[in-house]
Structure formats: C-alpha cells, structure tokens
C-alpha cells in the first residue's frame, strides 16, 4: 500500500514525496510499529500511538481481566461504583505531584488499594463487597500467568468513572475486554463458534494463540533497520488507558532503548500523558501535534525533549480542528521527565511547567 500510494502521488504531481509518515494509535499503533519493524523501508518517520503491539499476549490478558470481573458474580463491578475507586484515588494521590488537578501525573507512584473501600458487611452503594475488592485489585496489578508469574501490566487509578474507560473496556456490561478476548479465542484460535470465555485455560489456550504471533504481534524490539536508515519513532500513551496498559509501551521504549541505546537515544521519544485515555480524551491535556513534531525532527530539527498538550471542553472537537475551548494546558515530557509547577503562574498554563527528572521538584 505504502509502494501504490507513492507510485499514485508521483502519477499525480510529477514528482514523488520528499518524505512519507505512518501515524497510528491502538491497532493503527500496532500497525505502526509493525511497519517499522518488518517494512523498515516503508516510511521515514512513524508515529505510534498506545500500540496494541503485544497482540497474542494481550488476548490473554484481556481474558484474564474478563474473567476477574465476571467469572463471578460477586464480582462484577457497577458502573455506578467506579466513582468511588476514583475518588478514592485521586483523594490519596493529586497533590503527590504538585498539582492539585484531578489528575495523577505518574499513577504508579499512587499505591492504591482498594480494600479501603471494602463495606464492613453486606453490599452498599458507598463501598465494595470483597469480590468487587478483589477484581479492581486484579485490575491494577495486572494478569498472571498459568503458573502466578506476573504477564502483562495493569491499569491505572484516577479517571476508572470516566465515560470510555473502565466502563467500556473492563467492568460495563459489554466490557471490551472480554468481547476481543472471546472473539480472539472462538474464531481465530480455536476455530470453535460455541467456544465460551468459562473454558478458558490460560496453559493450553495462550500457547494455542501464540501460534499467530508471528502474523499478529508487532513487539519486537529489533528496529535497527528503520533506525539505521535514519527513521524516526515517537511513541506516546495516555496513562489512564484502560484499553490497553500505558506500561506495556514503556516497557516496549525500554526494550529497544536496551538493544540498540545509541540509535534509539538519536531517534525513539517516548511520551506518557497523565490523565489521558485511550488515544483520545481523558481528564488530562491530551490533544497535542504530534504529526507536526515529527515532521520538525525528521526535516533536521532537534529530537523533541517536549510537546504541548491541551485538554478541551470537547476533545474530539478539538482534536479535528472543530471549535472548542481549551481548558488547560501542560507540556508533555521526553520520557523518563516529568513535568512540574514552576511554583508560580497559573496551573493550567504549559508555560508555568518544566520538563524535570522523575522525583524531582521543578
Ligand atoms: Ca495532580
């Protein structure tokens, strides 16, 4: 496709592009990174976007998380009860980042357990029942494998009420979770349209999925390719994601920085949004241009150490241009920086914010 649109340009305008981009998030983000790595020719720079590159291992996981919430009954988180998870977060970790703004800025710093929303007997509206406990404490952690080993990451505390996150993806009544995982397992894996969630072995049935790894999963850390032509890869995920988990993408930056430091340090940027949801809205600034930086760094400018987001009333809106009001402002940090208040200045202006080492005060 990447050959015919460049034969179909050159046709049209007489000359062929100086340069070609791939920008994509969630499966485009799988895409994307699957591009780089086995078409490394293709494009010039990429964009990923919460890739969902670990595909094989992720359908297992998506089942692990099904099967925490609704195996069981008393499982079974309602919608009306995730507002207490994050108030309950947000109550014990907004100010740990400086910034008292309803949003975490790293979550994983939070520590949030649950069990201190456990009802003292029986089920209430203002608590959990222990099942409820015990599947958002499966939520955060993250899915085990056959054997109790931790196998994928987690999701986040602090924006689990927000329309499109937790609901959507995890604990609604047509979680997302589940329908991929089911589907993945009936129709791809098992060939089986009577196959159900309830059989699933995580041993026999990942080991069955795995066998599409080569076809599906776009996680190897091998880039060299792409890079050694000069490629450019900026990567980014919103840390409230609850489709797929923010640190399955650090762990993806970390994994190539380590195989190739020198060439990744030169042309791999890693972006976390705080607040972010998946690919688009969330409570945290999370428009931002990353197209336009690319374009910036792959014509010869600097590596982005910084992007601006902006957090609208409408964020589709203003994602598409159409017009919204921005709310807030805040830049996003090359990882492993964070941003921080400079202390003065309102803070919902990026301007008031510096890019600074993680712990680190501004
Ligand atoms: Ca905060």
Same mark, same amino acid.
């Given at each position: 496709?990447?050959?015919?649109?460049?034969?179909?340009?050159?046709?049209?305008?007489?000359?062929?592009?100086?340069?070609?981009?791939?920008?994509?998030?969630?499966?485009?983000?799988?895409?994307?990174?699957?591009?780089?790595?086995?078409?490394?020719?293709?494009?010039? &720079?990429?964009?990923?976007?919460?890739?969902?590159?670990?595909? /094989?291992?992720?359908?297992?996981?998506?089942?692990?998380?099904?099967?925490?919430?609704?195996?069981?009954?008393?499982?079974?988180?309602?919608?009306?009860?995730?507002?207490? %998870?994050?108030? &309950?977060?947000?109550?014990?970790?907004?100010?740990?980042?400086?910034?008292?703004?309803?949003?975490?800025?790293?979550?994983?710093?939070?520590?949030?357990?649950? &069990?201190?929303?456990?009802?003292?007997?029986?089920?209430?509206?203002?608590?959990?029942?222990?099942?409820?406990? /015990?599947?958002?404490?499966?939520?955060?952690?993250?899915? %085990?494998?056959?054997?109790?080993?931790?196998?994928?990451?987690?999701?986040?505390?602090?924006?689990?009420?927000?329309?499109?996150?937790?609901?959507?993806? %995890? /604990?609604?009544?047509?979680?997302?979770?589940?329908?991929?995982?089911?589907?993945?397992?009936?129709?791809?894996?098992?060939?089986?349209?009577?196959?159900?969630?309830?059989?699933?072995?995580?041993?026999?049935?990942?080991?069955?999925?795995?066998?599409?790894?080569?076809?599906?999963?776009?996680? !190897?850390?091998?880039?060299?390719?792409?890079?050694?032509?000069?490629?450019?890869?900026?990567?980014?995920?919103?840390?409230?994601?609850?489709? =797929?988990?923010?640190?399955? /993408?650090?762990?993806?930056?970390?994994?190539?920085?380590?195989?190739?430091?020198?060439?990744?340090?030169?042309?791999?940027?890693?972006?976390?949004?705080?607040?972010?949801?998946?690919?688009?809205?969330?409570?945290?600034?999370?428009?931002?241009?990353?197209?336009?930086?690319?374009?910036?760094?792959?014509?010869?400018?600097?590596?982005?150490?910084?992007? =601006?987001?902006?957090?609208?009333?409408?964020?589709?809106?203003?994602? %598409?241009?159409?017009?919204?009001?921005?709310?807030?402002?805040?830049?996003?940090?090359?990882?492993?920086?964070?941003?921080?208040?400079?202390?003065?200045? !309102?803070?919902?202006?990026?301007?008031?914010?510096?890019?600074?080492?993680?712990?680190?005060?501004?």
């Amino acid at each position: 496709a990447a050959g015919t649109g460049r034969a179909v340009i050159a046709a049209y305008y007489g000359n062929a592009p100086r340069a070609a981009y791939f920008q994509g998030c969630s499966d485009g983000g799988r895409e994307a990174l699957m591009e780089a790595q086995r078409y490394p020719e293709d494009y010039d &720079a990429i964009i990923a976007g919460a890739p969902a590159n670990a595909w /094989t291992r992720m359908m297992a996981a998506f089942m692990r998380d099904d099967r925490a919430v609704f195996a069981r009954p008393e499982s079974a988180i309602p919608n009306a009860k995730l507002k207490l %998870l994050q108030d &309950a977060a947000i109550a014990q970790c907004d100010t740990k980042d400086g910034v008292k703004d309803g949003v975490l800025d790293d979550p994983r710093g939070c520590g949030f357990d649950p &069990a201190v929303l456990q009802c003292k007997a029986g089920d209430e509206a203002t608590c959990l029942t222990a099942g409820q406990v /015990t599947a958002a404490r499966t939520l955060y952690r993250g899915a %085990l494998d056959a054997k109790g080993r931790p196998f994928f990451p987690g999701y986040m505390p602090g924006a689990e009420a927000v329309p499109g996150t937790w609901d959507v993806w %995890l /604990t609604g009544p047509k979680a997302q979770h589940g329908v991929f995982a089911t589907e993945f397992y009936r129709y791809m894996v098992h060939s089986n349209p009577e196959w159900q969630p309830g059989a699933f072995d995580f041993a026999r049935d990942y080991a069955a999925g795995r066998r599409l790894a080569p076809l599906l999963d776009s996680d !190897s850390p091998d880039l060299g390719a792409f890079l050694k032509r000069g490629g450019k890869l900026i990567l980014y995920h919103g840390w409230n994601d609850a489709a =797929i988990p923010p640190e399955n /993408t650090i762990a993806y930056f970390e994994a190539v920085t380590k195989r190739l430091p020198a060439e990744a340090g030169k042309s791999v940027r890693l972006f976390m949004a705080p607040g972010m949801s998946h690919c688009l809205a969330g409570p945290g600034p999370n428009v931002f241009d990353a197209l336009g930086t690319l374009d910036t760094w792959r014509q010869g400018g600097p590596a982005p150490e910084t992007m =601006i987001a902006t957090k609208f009333d409408n964020d589709l809106f203003g994602y %598409l241009g159409f017009p919204a009001k921005p709310l807030r402002t805040r830049p996003l940090c090359a990882w492993p920086k964070v941003a921080r208040w400079t202390g003065k200045g !309102s803070t919902d202006d990026a301007a008031n914010f510096t890019c600074v080492a993680p712990g680190m005060k501004s």
